[in-house]
C-alpha cells in the first residue's frame, strides 16, 4: 500500500488554550508545535496564524514570520497556509496568505458553504471558489481541495474543474463530523465520489477524530490530525502537543501496515516538484 501522508494541523483559528492550553498562539509556540508534529512523522503542517492573544488572523506578515520560523527547524517540510481563515473574513483577506516568498507549495481551497453552528455560517460562494482556484493556479501553488460533504465535492467538479482551473491529479481533504456525519460509511461516499488518479486526506473533528484516522489509513488515504480538529489523545485525556498525535497515527499505521512518507515522497506522491 502507498506510504502514508501525515498531515498536522496544529492550531487553527477556533481552538483556544481555555480548552486546551497546548494551543499555540505565538510564533514561538506555533514554531514548537510545527516541530514537534515534523519530528513524530508529518510530512505536511497545515498552517493557520494567530496574533499573540489568539486572535486568528491572515496577515501576509504574520504568515511570513512563522513560515520562516517553521522552515529553520522543519527544513523540508510541506508548509500548506490555510486560506479558510476563520469566520466573517473577507475573500482578499483569507487569500493573504499565499502572498508570501517563497511561494507556498499548496494552500487550501474550501469548495462550499459550511454550517459550523449556531449561527456561524462558512461561506464559499460559488464566485468565491472560481476565483480562488483561478488565483491558486496563476501563482503556482497547488489546492488541497478542502469538503465538508459531497455536494462539496460535486461543486468543486462543476465550479472549478469544468472550466480548466483545477490540474489534475486533484488533492483532496475529507472534513468529516462538522456538516456531514464522520463514519465510515460516509468515508467511503466521499473517497467513491472523487475523480479517479486524485490523492486525499481524511480528519474526524472532535471524538471522531481516531476513528476517521484509522479507517483512512486502512482504506489507502493519507490522514490529519492535530489541535486544529482534535483535541484528545483518547477519552478525557488532552494531548499535550501535537506532536502526541502524529505520533499516535504513525502507531495506528505500523499496526495497518502502512509506512509512513517523508516529505520527499510526500511530494512524489502529491505530484508537487522536488523541493528546492
Not at 84 to 100: F, N, P, Q, Y
Not at 214 to 231: K, P, Q, S, Y
Not at 260 to 275: C, D, F, G, N, Y
Request: aromatic letters at 4%; glycine letters at 8%.
Amino acid at each position: 500500500m502507498e506510504k502514508l501522508i501525515i498531515s498536522a494541523c496544529i492550531c487553527g483559528a477556533e481552538v483556544t488554550k481555555e480548552q486546551n492550553p497546548n494551543v499555540p498562539y505565538t510564533v514561538e509556540e506555533i514554531v514548537r508545535e510545527a516541530k514537534s508534529a515534523y519530528d513524530a512523522g508529518a510530512a505536511l503542517i497545515h498552517l493557520h496564524v494567530r496574533e499573540d492573544d489568539g486572535t486568528p488572523t491572515q496577515s501576509k506578515e504574520r504568515f511570513q514570520v512563522c513560515v520562516d520560523a517553521i522552515r529553520k527547524e522543519c527544513p523540508d517540510a510541506i508548509i500548506q497556509p490555510s486560506t479558510g481563515g476563520a469566520v466573517g473574513m473577507t475573500d482578499l483577506e483569507r487569500l493573504e496568505s499565499t502572498e508570501i516568498t517563497p511561494t507556498p507549495e499548496m494552500a487550501t481551497l474550501d469548495c462550499g458553504t459550511c454550517n459550523f453552528g449556531g449561527d456561524d455560517i462558512f461561506v464559499n460562494t460559488n464566485t468565491t471558489i472560481e476565483n480562488f482556484a483561478k488565483i491558486l493556479k496563476e501563482r503556482g501553488i497547488k489546492p488541497e481541495l478542502e469538503v465538508f460533504d459531497k455536494g462539496m465535492i460535486d461543486l468543486a467538479m462543476k465550479v472549478a474543474d469544468r472550466k480548466g482551473l483545477l490540474v489534475h491529479p486533484l488533492h483532496w481533504d475529507f472534513v468529516l463530523g462538522v456538516q456531514m456525519n464522520a463514519t465510515i460509511e460516509d468515508l467511503v461516499i466521499m473517497k467513491n465520489a472523487i475523480p479517479a488518479g486524485s490523492t486525499w486526506t481524511a480528519t474526524g473533528i472532535g471524538k471522531t477524530a481516531w476513528d476517521i484516522a484509522a479507517g483512512t489509513i486502512a482504506m489507502g488515504g493519507h490522514v490529519r490530525v492535530g489541535f486544529e480538529d482534535n483535541l484528545y489523545l483518547e477519552k478525557g485525556v488532552l494531548a499535550k502537543s501535537n506532536g502526541e498525535m502524529v505520533a499516535k497515527a504513525v502507531e495506528i499505521a505500523k499496526l495497518l501496515g502502512r509506512p509512513i512518507a517523508t516529505p520527499a515522497e510526500a511530494r512524489e506522491i502529491l505530484s508537487l516538484p522536488p523541493l528546492k
